[in-house]
């Protein structure tokens, strides 16, 4: 029976839990992909962040960075940190990822606060970044805090289930996965204890479909100063 490891690219999710990671261990190991925690909430950046980044793009492997969502802080400055600390993105990046979990953190805030304040980020960061964020949550998460909102289906899932089954439990409304968290205790080469295993739905020429394209990664300031300067130039040259 087919497992887990046997779909799509094989990749990892670090944070400064890892620490001091060997990537070129990392890569000769299979891995494919790589995402790496930013941000959390309006003041916390990871310390590990940059050395993750450079580390993984030395060796050629994919990057995208994550935020880790607290819903009980300002979303305007949890996007100000997270666009802060990881923009402009630069072409070859993979998409932003909104990390939300930890349903304790959720309790006292009602069903459309919590839909609000995951749709703002979303789209805030959207609109800086020039690139549609991903959302990384559990199949739980996505009916028991969300209520399976209608808003999710413009996103991209990236599910965390732990499971040796062929496949992860996809929640309403999303009808597929991007990524699949399906371990959160495998052991692999070059990482300190346990790592967190992902996979890819899709093949590499997927993976590099999904990249960051030159002018997609642009900030909202950078696009529209563009578009005035060629306006300027059409009418003046």
């Given amino acids: 029976m087919a497992t887990a490891a046997r779909v799509g690219l094989f990749g990892l ?3 400064h839990w890892q620490g001091q990671v060997d990537w070129k261990q990392v890569k000769d190991a299979g891995v494919e992909f790589v995402y790496v925690k930013a941000t959390e909430g309006i003041g916390y950046v990871d310390s590990w962040y940059d050395r993750h980044i450079a580390g993984a793009k030395a060796v050629g492997l994919p990057c995208g960075s994550y935020h880790f969502f607290q819903p009980t802080e300002s979303v ?3 996007v100000e940190n997270f666009v802060h600390r990881v923009g402009p993105l630069k072409a070859g990046d993979l998409p932003p990822v909104l990390d939300v979990e930890m349903p304790p953190d959720w309790s006292g805030i009602n069903v459309s606060e919590r839909i609000k304040g995951v749709s703002d980020w979303l789209a805030a960061v959207e609109q800086q970044l020039g690139v549609t964020p991903i959302i990384y949550m559990s199949p739980s998460f996505a009916g028991d805090e969300l209520d399976h909102a209608a808003f999710l289906k413009k ?8 499971t ?3 496949a992860p439990t996809v929640p309403a409304p999303f009808t597929s996965w991007l990524f699949w968290q399906y371990s959160e205790t495998t052991a692999v080469p070059g990482v300190q204890g346990h790592a967190n295993v992902n996979r890819f739905n899709g093949t590499l020429d997927d993976l590099k479909q999904l990249m960051i394209k030159g002018a997609a990664n642009q900030t909202l300031t950078e696009r529209i100063t563009s578009s005035v300067q060629g306006l300027f130039n059409r009418l003046f040259k």
């Fill in 155 to 162: 996103y991209q899932l990236w599910v965390a289930h732990y």
């Fill in 13 to 15: 999710d670090v944070s």
């Fill in 76 to 78: 305007a400055k949890q």
């Fill in 164 to 166: 040796l089954a062929t």
